[in-house]
Each structure stands twice: as C-alpha cells, then as structure tokens.
C-alpha cells in the first residue's frame, strides 16, 4: 500500500497500462512536452515516444473520431478532453458514433476507447472550467460512465475502463486531483465498472453520491453522528451503469434516501436514482426523496460568492440529512 493522490493514481494507472499493453497510447490537447494542464503525462513522451503519446490541435471533435477509428482498428486509445467544458465539439462522435458502434454492427465490431476528462467546481474556474457534462451523456446506450473519487478507485476504475472493449467516458473531479490522497494497492488491480461503494455503513438515511461529493456527504454524516443520527454513504463510482442493487438494499434497511451531485438539478443522475427507488422500493420509503444538487442556472460564476452558492457544501448536505432523518 502506498499513499497518493487523485492524481498521482491517474498517472500511475495511464502509466501501467502503456507499460503492459503496447495498443495503448494516449492523445489530447498539451499531453506531449507539456506533459498535460495538470502534468499527469509529464514524461510520457520521452518514454513512450511520439506515436504513443500524441499531441493534437484544439479540435474536440477530431480528437474523439480519430481516437474511434484507431479504437476500431485494434487499438486502445485514452482521447483527453483538456477540460469537460470543451466536450460539447465531441458530442456526435462520442453519442452518435462510439456509443453505437457495437449496436449498428451486431457485435462485429466495438469500440475500445476511454475518454478522460476533469469536470466539477471549487477551483475558481468560471464558466469555461467548472461543469459538470455528466446528464448530457447520462441518457446514452452504449456508453459508460465513471466518476471515481478516491486514489485507490481511479487507479481501479481507469484500468478497467482502458481494457474494457466498449467506450468508456471517464469523469475527474479536478478539486479531487491533489486534494484527496488515500492508500492505494501494490501492483496490478482492478475496480468493477458498474459497483458502488458503501463509503460510510449507517442505518437512517440513505446518502447516494459520487465524485467530490462523496467526501462532503461522508464529512456532513460524520458531523451529524454526535446528534444521534447514522448516514449510510454511497459512493456510485460508475454512474451508468447504475448498480441499483447496491442503492435498493441501502434504502430497505433506512427507509429514507438523498441524492447529492454538483451537476443542475433539473434532468440529472439523482433523478434517475430517486425514479429507480419510486418504482422499485416505494413501500420501503418512510418519507419523501430529497436532492441536494447544483442549482437550475446555466454556469458556475468566477466570484467566490456565486462559487459557493452554486456547489452543494458539507453544511446543506447535513441539513438536508437532519430534515430527512426527522421526517
């Protein structure tokens, strides 16, 4: 076991998979000499030289359809969106190619292709470097999603989805990179896609998150324990697809859920879990669903006050825990 960072565990994932699997190789905006915004690919170039490890023009869209034509061809390729924000040029290839390849052939082809990028506030990023994509892509076939929050599962999560044969959009939250450290497995493993992670055991309310939001749901459950009151945590890492086993036994023994993410409200992934618990465990529900969620505006501002206003915090987390578990 070693102690690292968000992302450190990234690197170190990019770096073992290079390493074990010559199809493998990485392409995106600064990933060469720059060694990426973040310098997750420092060094890269010189050791895996400039085949594997491409820089690219600021050109979304040919970034994720080349990335899909080598994907095709037999080769794994890691296309990086320097920041989600600048995703959307990518839509079409990500949606209405990658995510239909396997369908549109009949299984005679897939599309082996991880697309990384970091998303989330609380950096000070403003309109252009704070979104979340998550929902946009949240209502596709075809595609999964990942959203790890700790070392060890974005270590995991990223192996898997870089051996995984079909298109893998894999979420960072950039407040996580070098805030969150935890220990982290020698050697090769592996995390599941499609396995949430009970982040915190607890028996009154059921508190169903991911990326940053996991830690300040974790933080807003502890500050509530001395109160008497004990919130189960889940971590759902994979978004799509949705372990809904995992949530549906939570909410039988607590009899009460919450849903917590950064992205809007309105259309997003609590939605999607609050509608999984109406119609499969509604008898087991003792009040009402709640969701706490970035606010219906269409971005983040720069200023601190908009900032704030705008992410849900561990204090409107505990809140919302304290109102449910008295309902």
Do not use: W
């Amino acid at each position: 076991m070693a102690v690292k960072t968000v992302l450190e565990s990234v690197r170190d994932a990019l770096h073992a998979e290079m390493a074990r699997d010559a199809r493998v190789f990485i392409m995106g905006e600064d990933v060469g000499p720059r060694g990426n915004v973040f310098l997750i690919t420092k060094g890269f170039l010189d050791e895996f030289g400039p085949q594997r490890v491409i820089d690219t023009p600021l050109a979304e869209a040919s970034i994720v359809g080349i990335a899909i034509g080598a994907a095709m061809a037999g080769m794994r390729p890691v296309a990086e969106i320097q920041f989600a924000d600048f995703i959307y040029p990518a839509y079409n290839q990500i949606v209405g190619e990658a995510a239909k390849i396997r369908y549109r052939s009949a299984g005679g082809f897939s599309c082996p292709l991880v697309i990384r990028t970091p998303y989330g506030g609380g950096v000070r990023g403003a309109l252009s470097h704070s979104v979340s994509v998550e929902a946009l892509f949240y209502h596709v076939p075809g595609l999964k999603m990942c959203v790890p929050s700790t070392p060890a599962d974005a270590y995991g999560l990223l192996v898997s989805a870089i051996r995984d044969d079909d298109p893998v959009l894999f979420l960072e939250h950039k407040r996580t990179y070098r805030l969150i450290k935890g220990e982290v497995p020698d050697g090769d493993f592996t995390v599941p896609i499609g396995k949430a992670d009970v982040a915190r055991p607890g028996k009154d309310v059921t508190v169903v998150s991911y990326g940053l939001m996991r830690h300040y749901a974790v933080e807003a459950a502890e500050k509530l324990a001395p109160e008497g009151i004990d919130a189960e945590v889940i971590d759902l890492r994979t978004i799509r697809p949705l372990d809904r086993a995992t949530i549906l036994t939570s909410v039988a023994k607590t009899h009460r859920l919450l849903v917590v993410h950064e992205d809007q409200k309105f259309g997003g992934v609590g939605a999607e879990v609050a509608a999984v618990v109406a119609e499969e465990a509604f008898f087991d529900l003792d009040a009402p669903i709640r969701r706490v969620c970035g606010p219906d505006v269409p971005a983040m501002g720069y200023a601190k006050e908009y900032e704030e206003a705008f992410m849900p915090s561990p204090e409107r987390i505990a809140a919302a825990i304290r109102e449910l578990a008295h309902e």
